[in-house]
DNA sequence: TTGAAAGCGCTAACAA
DNA sequence: TTGTTAGCGCTTTCAA
């Protein structure tokens, strides 16, 4: 019995011989007034269990406006999406499982897409967007759609109309720092991640306030930014070290995060640079990477991130449908932590000269 | 103004003063038999651009039959995806994204709830889905949904209706142990795969067909089967080395992928056995994980297996749209390929016992 | 060139 | 307790 459709209610009415809206009621729970004989129920049962009925979601979605699927953004290097995206997608996985959503997600090469893409991804087919690490200007509350409900993560502005989910960056990179003053390190390289992104500006910021707030003055040029990736990484630190030629070498790196950190740690292995003994080198994020690699960096609760967002945006869809307005905050801050490693340790006494 | 609901046809037809159908012609591009006259076409747009008129993806897909999305199901482990599945994943967006398509994942932990969650997901919210290392029986035909076209990357079993993509794992495996076995390896360890996944098994026996064809003999008790994480590959070293204390320290371990070979590294490490020096180690797939870690593996080409296994679920999608069988391939394999790297170097003179 | 009507599969009113 | 009717937003005949 191959048929090309699966089953309908009517279908399964016919085969009953009753209504379409008595199988309804009997197998979707709606909650028409009254109910349904013992013996009806019992004649729609076991016609949907024949014919192998299931409901259709496309046709429940029109009805009642909702997909129950939420929908997730983000930015593809390289047609990969990386580390960071999983960690908060794990989270993402989870909430939406115990929210009773499925997940649909769609990637963009950049940012400067999303305006075109992201409209016609709210087009009914979920019913509210995350955004990872959005790249946005203040302009998007201009574009960005009104009836889908939006919760960004690690956004860049505070958008009028989406909720915003940060980690306290600034204060990580300060007690990453402060740490690294502390073992004795003076000389600390900072690679940082992308001066478009707010979050690179305030982990830049915590390392400019942890010299401060210890009195020592940070080099200028030990503060440079790049990209967010391994191979930005490795090429930043690769022509940094090639403009001081002569010069002592950095006694710390601190990457933009754990990409970059392995992106510096493989352009010192290549030179012959021990890690932690010549230089120290740390990270931020604390992705599987850095995990593997056994990596000091700064911890933020990527998947809790990404449950939480979950949990919020779920909220807002179903305050959307009953016409309410949204009462909860508009912006959540999550702690970061500091998560030593063997990259990172006290400096060596005799600093090795940049050839 | 601040509606619910976002601008339909109607509205749009309203606005410009002519009817729902006369929008859908200009906005959809619907092929209605004849075409409109400009000054219409000019109304209907400016409606709909002051409107923000976005067609509704439901009720297309209502109509159409098709909501140009892709399903991906996976298993999960204490919450989380894991490398290979972002590994293939990647491609699968990546394909998803060229044909048109957004992807819709949802994970399940364990694929005893396959036959329930399965079933409730291809409800029409998904044209076809791609199944990832899915541990299914043959009996699965019975109840696998009859009307969404199904893919699976690394399936167990050839499912009727199914098409499978594969990696030739044993060929892989087969080439990675005679590597080692050339080297001058003898005692080779591998810390196998689950018993119940047939990869595994195919891995294992390219083991021993290497050890065949090398003329050595492997030692029963040098193949063990474990899980896939690393944990896992962690835990099972180190009871074999327990169980085997003041034998010789195996020569290379072999595990069952990435991340099973990273597991036996720290236990290495824990017990200060040094690699390669002491122990050679190599994984399977070749995720990030080894890359990161350095660490010699057998290559499968998950990303592209994901971006082929979006082509022929797509063409599946749309031969049954138009009501024709599909022609191709029930069955494509991939090739594997040995990647070196300096967790493997050919064995010591001496060997150190176990403690 | 345009509009009216029907229907995709379902649910929610109301009537019988 | 059950069936009829209408409608979610769209597309596709078919008639004007």
Chains 1, 2 share one sequence.
């Not at 004989?37 to 009805?63: C, F, H, I, M, Q």
């Not at 794990?90 to 997600?105: D, F, R, S």
């Not at 574009?143 to 204060?171: F, I, M, R």
């Not at 001081?244 to 493989?266: I, K």
Request: hydrophobic residues 45%; aromatic residues 4%.
């Amino acid at each position: 019995m191959r048929t090309r459709r699966a089953a309908t209610l009517a279908d399964v009415g016919r085969e009953a011989g009753v209504s379409a809206m008595a199988a309804s009621a009997v197998l979707n729970g709606a909650r028409t007034s009254s109910r349904i004989s013992d013996a009806t129920r019992a004649r729609v049962l076991e016609a949907a269990d024949r014919l192998r009925y299931r409901p259709n979601a496309t046709a429940r979605g029109l009805v009642s406006q909702r997909m129950n699927t939420l929908g997730v953004v983000a930015m593809h290097q390289d047609n990969a999406l990386n580390q960071y995206f999983l960690e908060l997608f794990n989270g993402v996985i989870h909430g939406a499982a115990a929210a009773g959503q499925t997940t649909t997600v769609f990637s963009i090469g950049d940012w400067n897409e999303a305006p075109r893409r992201i409209t016609e991804f709210c087009d009914g087919r979920i019913d509210g967007l995350i955004m990872l690490a959005p790249l946005l200007g203040p302009d998007a509350a201009e574009w960005l759609p009104e009836h889908t409900p939006l919760v960004s993560v690690h956004g860049n502005h505070e958008l009028k109309g989406v909720v915003d989910l940060q980690a306290d960056e600034e204060a990580g990179a300060f007690e990453m720092v402060r740490t690294m003053l502390a073992m004795g390190h003076r000389r600390i390289l900072h690679i940082g991640g992308p001066q478009s992104a707010h979050g690179a500006l305030r982990r830049a910021q915590g390392y400019l306030r942890a010299h401060a707030a210890a009195g020592v003055k940070a080099a200028p040029d030990h503060l440079v930014h790049a990209g967010y990736d391994t191979e930005s990484g490795r090429l930043a630190l690769e022509s940094w070290l090639q403009r001081h030629r002569g010069e002592p070498l950095p006694q710390a790196v601190f990457g933009a995060n754990d990409a970059v950190a392995l992106g510096c740690m493989d352009t010192l292995h290549a030179r012959g640079v021990r890690v932690p003994e010549d230089v120290s080198v740390a990270g931020f994020d604390n992705t599987l990477l850095a995990r593997v690699a056994r990596l000091a960096t700064v911890q933020q609760p990527l998947a809790e991130m990404g449950r939480r967002a979950v949990e919020i945006l779920v909220a807002r869809v179903d305050a959307r449908l009953r016409d309410r307005p949204w009462q909860g905050p508009n912006k959540v801050v999550f702690p970061t932590e500091v998560v030593p490693g063997p990259t990172l340790a006290p400096p060596s006494p005799v600093s090795r000269p940049i050839h």
